[in-house]
């Protein structure tokens, strides 16, 4: 499956992406984390340092230029539909058996015009979604905005992380909306940091924004954050929240 991750900063948006990346790779099935929130936190996420994530695809202006061919200052012509098949492989890195890939930030508004870089950040994700067997998490910022109409003609879902509160149920109607002006249907909601019976009042919130799942707030989730460690150990409940999301997710398609 391709799916793609938004919500609300701060609602476990990179969390909840990587339970799902950490939970395939278990399955020994091939599968790409692609950061592509500018906060780039997915690498802090899975135990690392920043400094042992991967490169961001966004700085390598001397890729960029040849596989465009942009000239110095962006003046000119350049190709829109760039070779990038390869990218992927040469520019992710495996930890434990999960291939995280970071986009970097993209170019918005302004000149009005379509960059380089942005040509080929979205080829990537392109590639990504319509050229790989893997299966692959997107893990986005709030807005929809690198998430272009052909590009979200290969997700097979967008969840939206949603923490108690006004403003992440207002986030989630957001992204709905936008999701559905460019064409993906298939949107469900993940509440996180569920207290109590707190759910129910989220879930009545959220209609129609069907939700798929509920991840209780756990200290040890913090604790993990606090010593940068990967918050997904692999346990039963674990294991169990995010198998039965993934039929949810599945069942959307049918």
Same mark, same amino acid.
């Given at each position: 499956?391709?799916? !793609?991750?938004?919500?609300?900063?701060?609602?476990?948006k990179?969390?909840l992406?990587v339970?799902?990346?950490?939970?395939?790779?278990?399955?020994?099935?091939?599968?790409?984390?692609?950061?592509?929130?500018?906060?780039?936190?997915?690498? &802090?996420a899975?135990?690392?340092?920043?400094?042992?994530?991967?490169? =961001?695809?966004?700085?390598?202006?001397d890729?960029?230029?040849e596989?465009?061919?942009?000239?110095?200052?962006?003046?000119?012509?350049?190709t829109?539909?760039?070779?990038?098949?390869?990218?992927?492989?040469?520019?992710?890195? @495996?930890?434990?058996?999960?291939?995280l890939?970071?986009?970097?930030?993209?170019?918005?508004?302004g =000149?009005?015009?379509?960059?380089?870089?942005?040509a080929? &950040? =979205?080829?990537?994700v392109s590639?990504?979604?319509?050229?790989?067997? /893997?299966?692959?998490?997107? @893990?986005?910022e709030?807005g929809i905005?690198?998430?272009?109409?052909?590009?979200?003609?290969?997700? @097979? /879902?967008m969840?939206v992380v949603?923490?108690?509160?006004?403003? =992440?149920?207002?986030?989630?109607?957001?992204?709905?909306?936008?999701?559905?002006?460019?064409?993906?249907?298939?949107v469900?909601?993940?509440?996180?940091?569920?207290?109590?019976?707190?759910a129910?009042?989220?879930?009545?919130l959220?209609?129609?924004?069907?939700?798929? !799942?509920?991840?209780?707030y756990?200290?040890d989730v913090?604790?993990?954050?606090?010593?940068?460690e990967?918050?997904?150990?692999?346990?039963?409940?674990?294991?169990?929240i995010?198998?039965?999301?993934?039929?949810?997710?599945?069942?959307l398609?049918?």
């Open positions: 499956m391709k799916i !793609a991750i938004t919500g609300k900063g701060g609602a476990g990179t969390t992406s339970y799902i990346a950490r939970f395939i790779a278990e399955q020994s099935r091939d599968v790409y984390l692609i950061d592509a929130d500018p906060d780039a936190n997915a690498a &802090l899975l135990g690392l340092n920043n400094s042992e994530g991967p490169l =961001s695809l966004a700085d390598l202006n890729v960029i230029k596989r465009t061919g942009a000239e110095s200052g962006y003046g000119g012509f350049f829109l539909n760039p070779r990038v098949d390869d990218i992927p492989g040469k520019y992710s890195i @495996d930890v434990d058996g999960v291939r890939l970071r986009t970097g930030r993209l170019k918005k508004g =000149s009005g015009c379509f960059c380089p870089e942005n080929f &950040l =979205s080829s990537v590639h990504m979604f319509f050229g790989s067997n /893997a299966w692959v998490i997107l @893990d986005m709030a905005e690198h998430l272009g109409r052909a590009t979200a003609q290969g997700v @097979d /879902a969840l949603v923490e108690p509160g006004k403003r =992440s149920i207002q986030t989630a109607h957001d992204v709905a909306g936008l999701a559905d002006d460019i064409g993906v249907s298939q469900g909601a993940v509440i996180n940091k569920v207290r109590g019976t707190e129910e009042e989220i879930k009545e959220l209609q129609p924004v069907p939700v798929l !799942a509920q991840i209780p756990e200290d913090f604790r993990a954050d606090m010593r940068g990967c918050a997904y150990k692999g346990t039963e409940t674990q294991r169990e995010v198998a039965d999301l993934i039929n949810k997710m599945e069942s398609n049918k």
